[in-house]
């Protein structure tokens, strides 16, 4: 049994990228096929064993929270057939905190520090929709940091790693957050799950701005790191990038196409378009 129970999952970001839907919709609730885009990170941590599920949200996202605590277990996957949304609300607490002001991704999680209460905790970003549970890969070696091998022109989309082998095992020796892929340290960039003991808030509450003018949980990290050996484990599954416009249409896409009931004619669809 994991020592891990609480997962914060931040949803407090701008949507810049998805103006102007994101004006009247939280990017979070734009939907990945038949369920919303942030369901798939909730699932993940529901299905890996966390009793407390902690939103950090922005002032005007509280329809993010109520669709999360309205939530019933059979929007959920198979898997959950069984469970009713009363057992799923007595297995998991849903709460939320409030980030007043988008000052980043580091400053997001500093916001779930009371709620965290000095317990080791994930963190599950819902832009990344990874199809094999990738915060199960952490639990037996948390601190961690999941990892995938990324192409040269999209390194400058991610935090990428310094990886060290050593005892058998990956460690990350040190972070870069959004360089350019020549100065990239490693192919190795950070997928949005993450486990961390409760020291991580010191790092985060002493750390300077940094890309962007913001609060980088990257950078954080960098520092944590020194005091606190964190591995890396490598995703090799499938996984899109929901952050994006064109990333949530293809995660979209593959989730029709799989799907028993309506694959067959989305299919025939698309092959029509594709021939315009
Ligand atoms: C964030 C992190 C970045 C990480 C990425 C994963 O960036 O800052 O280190 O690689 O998530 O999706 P964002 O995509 O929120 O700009």
Redesign the pocket.
């Known amino acids: 049994m994991s020592t891990l129970k609480v997962a914060v999952i931040p949803v407090a ?1 701008r949507g810049t990228r998805w103006m102007p839907i994101s004006r009247s919709v939280p990017k979070e609730l734009l939907p990945v096929w038949r369920r919303t885009s942030a369901s798939y990170a909730f699932e993940e941590a529901v299905s890996a064993g966390f009793e407390e599920i902690i939103f950090v949200i922005s002032p005007d996202k509280h329809d993010v929270l109520e669709h999360f605590l309205r939530f019933d277990a059979s929007d959920l996957g198979p898997d959950y057939s069984g469970l009713s949304w009363s057992k799923l609300h007595e297995r998991v607490r849903v709460h939320a905190c409030i980030q007043e002001k988008p000052r980043g ?1 580091g400053h997001a999680i500093l916001c779930a520090e009371h709620d965290v209460a000095g317990r080791p905790f994930a963190v599950l ?1 819902p ?2 929709v990874l199809m094999d549970n990738g915060i199960s890969m952490l639990l037996d070696c948390s601190p961690a940091v999941l990892l995938m091998d990324v192409p040269f022109e999209q390194r400058a ?4 790693v310094v990886p060290e082998e050593r005892d058998g095992a990956l460690w990350i020796r040190d ?1 870069v ?2 360089p350019k892929p020549e100065d990239a340290p490693s192919s190795l ?4 799950r993450y486990t961390f003991t409760p020291e991580i808030f010191e790092c985060l509450r002493t750390q300077a701005p940094g890309l962007a003018g913001e609060i ?3 950078d954080a990290m960098r520092r944590y790191t020194a005091a606190h050996p964190l591995r890396g484990v490598i995703y090799r599954g499938v996984r899109h ?1 929901v ?1 994006q416009p064109s990333g949530l249409l293809t995660a979209s896409l593959d989730f029709g196409l799989r799907d028993p009931e309506y694959g067959d004619s989305l299919r025939a669809a698309v092959a029509e378009l594709l021939k315009k």
């Open positions: 970001g991704l970003l832009d990344e989309n991610y935090g990428i972070l957050e959004k960039a950070v997928t949005g980088q949980l990257t990038d952050g």
